[in-house]
């Protein structure tokens, strides 16, 4: 029988993801995947629900859906390996939640203008129609791409504001 020490460990669900917590701020490192993405989506909107943003889980949901499809479909794998990384932020700061997906391929995003009926190539015209600023930043090495989300009274709920941990 083999020692379950030396064999690597690999997640039940396939999905290789370090995430950190803390009131109100969630980054999680991850390989992205087709099959990591629902999962990382499910765990934003927990988070959300615990900080009391529910009327934002949608909106931010499908952003987190759309930009970690974007890092899978249009980055290139990091060197040496045939993973594609990003780092996920989700901060809530006074009156906005912001939304950030940094990957480490440097090709800016291009919104497209594609048909209303096309089943790809529209994920950042549905981010910006959600959101309520987006854009994307350049850094030695990769980019940010990211999404603000007003937090306006309606979208609060007062069950998540008692809550204490993240």
Do not use: Y
Not at 27 to 42: C, G, M, N, Q, Y
Not at 105 to 116: E, N, Q, R, T
Not at 119 to 145: I, N, Y
Request: charged share 25%; with cysteine; proline share 4%.
């Amino acid at each position: 029988m083999a020692d379950l020490l030396e064999l690597p460990a690999v997640p039940a669900t396939g999905v290789r993801a370090t995430t950190r917590s803390k009131s109100g701020h969630l980054e999680i490192d991850l390989d992205v995947t087709s099959e990591a993405v629902p999962i990382i989506r499910t765990v934003v909107r927990a988070h959300l629900e615990l900080w009391g943003l529910s009327g934002l889980i949608d909106s931010a949901a499908l952003t987190v859906t759309e930009l970690l499809t974007n890092v899978l479909r249009h980055t290139v794998p990091l060197p040496g390996t045939e993973t594609r990384g990003a780092r996920l932020t989700v901060t809530r700061l006074t009156g906005v939640l912001n939304v950030c997906v940094r990957d480490f391929d440097p090709v800016l995003p291009k919104l497209s203008h594609d048909a209303a009926d096309a089943e790809c190539g529209r994920g950042l015209l549905l981010v910006s129609s959600f959101a309520d600023d987006c854009g994307c930043s350049e850094f030695t090495g990769g980019k940010d791409v990211w999404a603000n989300f007003l937090v306006r009274g309606d979208q609060a709920s007062d069950s998540g504001r008692a809550r204490r941990a993240s």
